[in-house]
């Protein structure tokens, strides 16, 4: 049984299209219901192929039942007879089109646009476009606390996530799982977002490729670059790696051996900088300014192979110092945010180490603590950790050294945590003596 044939199976046994007229064309699932009213989707766009067979099958049900709840009259003007043979492509069978005065009344541009409003429940309109919308850890973070449903998003660093949101004018409104009944265990998101990323390029298109405005400005004497359009949305760009990919190589143009920094800023801020710039620092000290509360993840990151890599230079690089400073105190407010989520869980977490932060002279750096008295937990991703002996303090002084040398030397008792975001490596006990000596042996390494 082909794939079309057991989604139609499937759809003829729902129970609210048990009076409906259910018919296939190519990729598309047609229901015509018996009031008159009709949608489609391209079931399989949506449904993976990997998924077990009953799990495909919830999830057409969910397909189906949403398209139900949201589907629209069909259009009742008879196109003429030209009309009709225009839009038909050459050798297609236009019969089901006949059934379906809706069907072909749309381009394929709106068609493709119609899966991600049939998913999300609204009529397909430029006035309310579903588009990527880029945060900080912590916007997802406290839109989750204290409820039982989430905000649709994937991370793309430790410390940025990309969700959905209906744009109307300056409203925007996140988009929940259970706004479109998805199951965040088995639904495929990667669909929404790519279909996301597309409507975006169309609110930037010129009709035949999307547009990229850049505006170029001194920011404390260095060369600033800054995506102009769309207002107020501009860092929404940071969710297309590849397209921002093209920016940089375009750049690289005019600076051929230069190495490019994006940096989200705030929604409407999205800034491109040089690393080689000599007033990089001065640049950063400005963009510290912005209110606050307005403030994404102001890191300068690269495009790796597979995504975003937030930027860190080694010590001595002159924007070193604050980027230290930057990096901690937005990581601290991220690691607040989820210290505070996670306390309201209804499992038992174990302690949960904070990430605190210290201004040294040389620049700003974060730690974490693991006592010997705590039970099994979690700590977050910070510069250093400190094991302290507790129980017995007399024999044991404390141990600092970088948390990625700690992991190095003690990889199973320092544990990436699954499924929690932003980072968290669970620690199940204490060092015992001889690893507490391996520990304190690699404490003058930095890496």
Known sequence: ???????????????????????????????????????????????????????????????????????????????????????????????????????????????????????????????????????AADFFVNLRNGTEDSPIFIPLTDFIGVGLSSVEGDDIQTIFFNDIGFDPETDDLYPLFHDAVHTFHRLNSDGKAARIELGVYEGNGAKVFMMETPSPHQCAWFADVEMLRTVAESLKEEYPDTLFLFIPATPYALFIVRADDEFLPEALENIMHYPDQDMIYPLPHTIAADGWMEWIPLPGHPASKILSQMRSHFRSRIYDAQLEYMLHWSIDVGKLATYDVHKLPSGTVSSTVWKESYPAGSIPKADYITFVDDIDDTTTEPITLSLEVARDVWPEGIKPMPKVWPPRYEITHFPDKATREALKSQSHRTI
């Open 1 to 135: 049984m082909s794939d079309m044939h057991w989604a139609l199976e499937v759809a003829t046994k729902h129970p609210q299209l048990a009076d409906a007229l259910i018919t296939t064309s190519g990729p598309w699932l047609d229901i015509l219901l018996a009031d008159g009213r009709t949608f489609r989707f391209r079931p399989f766009e949506l449904i993976r192929d990997n998924l077990p067979p009953d799990v495909r099958q919830k999830r057409l049900i969910q397909l189906l039942t949403i398209g139900i709840n949201n589907a629209t009259k069909a259009s009742v003007e008879e196109p003429s007879l030209s009309d009709h043979a225009n839009r038909a492509h050459p050798g297609e069978n236009t019969s089901s089109h006949d059934d379906h005065p809706s069907a072909y009344q749309i381009s394929e541009e709106e068609r493709k646009q119609q899966i991600i409003d049939s998913i999300i429940g609204k009529i397909p309109s430029e006035d309310s476009p579903v588009i990527p919308l880029v945060r």
